[in-house]
């Protein structure tokens, strides 16, 4: 309840024309904007690039924004129309060859500090790109961000039945996957 | 797919009681699905990973000046649509009013040459046609003094004067004729008037 409080007064303090609000709620929410976008792109570069949207679409819109479900959620569903757009936009450009291939965008640069297991993080990264885009989104959400199904129903929008049986194809084809690979 | 739900259930702690001892026996009696549960268990543990990676905290600290910068260019992009069309409209207006200009000073320019390099055929026709609608000073204003023997061959032909002797014809401007008319005395006027009504001029 204080963390949707304090929103409220950042966005109120941001639609009155105070910029340092606006940064507070980037500094707030931009850890959480680009490890959804990584996950769901796969690399450093498209999570970059759709960072960048997400504050953009925030700049422009947080003055029509009514507080009808939580800041994140909202912020949620930016990160994620846009990671599912960038992933449709990317499969087009492949089939065209009009982008670079994945392990291209791979061996750009990246972020992680963790060389011991910066290899392994790519491995699962490399996985989780493999199964179907509505699957990774629950996973992502449920095995990796830890949250509920509840609190991913009221993110995603969809019924939590559903969103069980997602999570659950998605488990068994990453394992899959897995263990092919070992 | 019941299995599977079961199984899923399971690994989420969703199942308890009576239903949780029944599949732990069945767990402990399939190897097969022992295993199967363990290597679910296995894959969320190494996505467990992802979830406290260690990144640059440059990145991070860079994504605000970053995205500060970008809407700066963006607003110097959006005004610069606005401000192309506002320089083109500039040109546009400049070149209008230059071209006025030009043609304004042609026109008074082409007039003096007219004047000034008619010869005298080109002159005659152009007193025919234009004197009738212009003052004989703005006629005259601009002639050079070259034509003013022509002007009076002109005025004895048109008058009949040249049975007259060519000396009492005076050139004189309007300003010039009023000073000798100054300087002359009533009487002296008077006497003039009288010999002029009473001279023939035909």
Redesign the interface.
Known sequence: MTEINNDHNLVERFNNGDESAF?EL??KY??RI??HAR?MTGNHLDA?EI??EV??VM?KKLKDFKFRSSLYTWIYTITSTRSINLLRRRSVREIFSLQDSEADRAADSD????LE?KE??KR??KHLQKIPIKQREV?ILR????LSYEEISELTGKSVGGL?SN??HA??K??GM??YDE | MMNDEKIRKYIEGELSGEELINFEKEINNSSELKREINTYRNTLIQFGKLKNVDAEGYYFTNILPRFRESISKKKQQEFKPLFAVGSVVLILIALVVIFIINNKQEVIEDEQITLQQLDNEELKTYLNNYSQDITTSQLTENIPEEYDSLFNSMIVSELNLSKYPGDYLVDVTSNEFNNILDELSEEEIEGLYNSLIKEDFN
Do not use: C, H, S
């Open positions: 940064n980037v500094r931009q850890q680009y490890w996950r970059d960072v960048q504050l953009l700049f972020i992680i500090k963790d297991n392994e993080i699962l990264e996973f095995a990796i961000d830890g069980k999570y659950f488990l068994k990453i394992t897995m263990q």
